[in-house]
């Protein structure tokens, strides 16, 4: 973890200097936490390291531009992900300023988090405000805790585990945990969160968990820690609870004029406002054509991102997740503009339409959706299947995914690998640039198969390796931690 730096206001300050000043998250908090005002800023200052986890965002870009769905114009050093050409240093990023696209980004970010979520847990219980609001305080706090403790697992395997505040930079060296510790922790983290009594949806403020989105962590993180019963056991609570559904069309779960609606779907998502001073991200901008040429697209938009053509054929043709892509686009005089000519780099230039903002001159209108029902039902359907099989129940999950995309219901009869294959691939589908499909590879094994055939005439080969399961640690922090060392396969 990094050092932490600690404040020091200078004793040498003439004797007219004076600074009144509350600090918010630093160590120096004896002061502070003594009110609900005092709480609610703690809390959302614990909100803050999600929002510089995906400005960049690391936390889709990591895993996007590593996976063999999406990826970028190798302009500097973006390439690097998909090449498989990072080092512990993180040079290139750090060289080029794109920290922020960065694995380092998220392990920042990440213990940024959990140490002003520490505060509060530690603080809050004894602050002088409505108890009621004081215990929801506290479970957003568990729960921010929890999603911290699981980005950074699942890119970088064994972690430190920080559950107290630091007092002292002494307390802020930490040795690492094993993966089944930090699963522990964060199962722990959620109870505390469900049972903090967060309101349930529609009566939750906009990017703020609701109960059932406690629970829909719960399910995620237990998939990834393979424990079957628990992801099974909490996405069905979520299904039942009733409180969330699937958009009739898929489309509008992306839409910029639909944001609001959607949220019936997107339980829990980074959100983004067209204000400015305000938190916004880069998707719109790299997801459109270059040079701002398609309306449609964004007011301001690169192209520097874009789906392998390998991607977009995977699809049935009558799959409406499909219409979330496209071959080509419309230009500002109204012509259409060729595939071969959507991009210098590739006549095979395939668009993404996930992130389009067509009328926000400051800021973006759409949301990176973190936690989306469909996930509920395609994590209950490979938790039914890993524990019973192909299952009626686990085919009437993924058949409700299916039937939103306008496909017919899956092939009866499947082997159970061949059923657990059809949710991975279903996944694929489903949750393209939301940073999901790089974590489906390398929790399934299959990253090492699947990898050195997403290639195209950008990307001829991709030199993938069995230590790109995880990201080394930042040299930054084992220079910073002597308690921590590098992960085994990048020693």
Known sequence: MKKILIPILTIFCLTSCQLDESIYSSIYTEAFYKTASDAEKGLIAAYDPLADMYSGPAMTLVPDFSDDQTYPRGVVGRNTLTLFTYDINYTVQKSNSRTNESPQQIWISGYDGIEKANWIIAKVPSANMDETRKKQIIGEAYFLRAFYEWALTKNFGDVPLKTTPSYSQADAIVGKSSRADVYKQIYSDLDQAFNAGLPSFPAVDKGRPSKEVV?????????????????????????????????????????????????????????????????????????????????????????????????????????????????????????????????????????????????????????????????????????????????????????????????????????????????????????????????????????????????????????????????????????????????????
């Open 215 to 491: 629970n829909a962590l719960y399910a995620k993180a237990a998939l990834y820690n393979e424990d079957w019963a628990k992801a099974l056991e909490k996405a069905q609570a979520v299904i039942t609870s009733g409180k969330y559904a699937l958009m009739p069309d898929v489309r509008n779960v992306y839409r910029y004029d639909q944001e609001d609606a959607a949220r019936i779907e997107n339980m829990w998502a980074y959100e983004v406002d067209p204000i400015s001073p305000g938190r916004s991200h880069q998707l719109t901008g790299l997801c459109g054509p270059a040079g701002s040429a398609g309306p449609e697209y964004g007011k301001t938009t690169f192209g520097s991102m874009f789906a392998y053509m390998s991607f977009y054929r995977s699809f049935d043709p009558t799959d409406k997740r499909r219409l979330l892509l496209d071959t080509n686009y419309v230009d500002k005089s109204g012509k259409i503009v060729a595939q071969k000519n959507v991009t210098p780099i590739t006549a095979d230039g395939v668009l993404i339409k996930k992130y389009q903002d067509p009328v926000s001159t400051i800021g973006l209108i759409p949301n990176i959706p973190i936690l989306r029902l469909a996930d509920m039902y395609l994590i209950a359907a490979e938790a039914e299947a890993r524990l019973n099989g192909a299952t009626s129940t686990a085919y009437g999950y993924i058949n409700t995914v299916r039937k939103r995309a306008g496909l017919p219901d899956l092939q009866t009869g499947l082997s159970k690998d061949a059923f657990i294959d059809a949710v991975i691939q279903e996944r694929a589908w489903e949750f393209f640039a939301e940073g999901d499909r790089w974590y489906d590879l390398t929790r399934t094994g299959k990253y090492l198969t699947v990898i050195p055939k997403a290639v195209n005439t950008v990307y001829p080969t991709r030199p993938i390796q069995t230590k790109n399961k995880y990201f080394p640690i930042p040299q930054d922090e084992l220079n910073a931690n002597p308690k921590l060392d590098q992960n085994p396969d990048w020693k």
